[in-house]
């Protein structure tokens, strides 16, 4: 990784942004650089009211959980989002749904939309299938490789 810059100030601030805020995770980009700063979700605490020294074996526990919505992005039917935004399962509120969980669709056919910066983007099937299931409803907002819909 020669010619990587790590600004620790910047880690530091953004880590105190997601403690100020709740998030569990942020990145900024620019240029050719990214930096993202994830967390545990805050949910862990709940789990173990043990002593102080047992805490972190609930955090080792929480990690596979974590990691579960990263596996069904790796699935081979996943639709993932291409970009940060929100998705909308119909193009507006009083037509009804692109796609349904059960529905056959076509290769390209239009599975939802995604709003980023006042620009819808039609999230088009990759491959001919039944759609198993959708991960989102109208109005939730989306990461960037979240995965929206399986296709089989």
Do not use: C, W
Not at 10 to 33: H, M, N, Q, W, Y
Not at 52 to 78: F, K, Q, T, W
Not at 113 to 118: R, T, V, W
Request: net charge negative.
């Amino acid at each position: 990784m020669s010619g990587l810059l790590v600004d620790a100030d910047a880690i530091r601030a953004l880590a105190e942004i997601l403690t100020d805020t709740g998030l569990t995770e942020i990145e900024v980009s620019e240029k050719d650089s990214r930096i993202r700063v994830a967390r545990a979700p805050a949910t862990v605490q709940a789990v173990a009211p043990a002593p102080v020294m047992a805490a972190p074996a609930p955090v080792v526990a929480a990690a596979p959980a974590a990691a579960a919505p990263a596996d069904l992005s790796r699935h081979p039917g996943a639709v993932n989002s291409p970009m940060v935004g929100v998705a909308y399962l119909t193009p507006d509120p009083s037509s009804p749904p692109f796609v349904s969980e059960g529905q056959v669709v076509s290769a390209g056919q239009t599975l939802l939309l995604i709003e980023a910066m006042k620009t819808f983007n039609q999230i088009k099937a990759p491959k001919a299938g039944t759609v198993k299931t959708l991960l989102v409803a109208s109005g939730d907002p989306v990461e960037f490789g979240q995965p929206l819909a399986i296709i089989e």
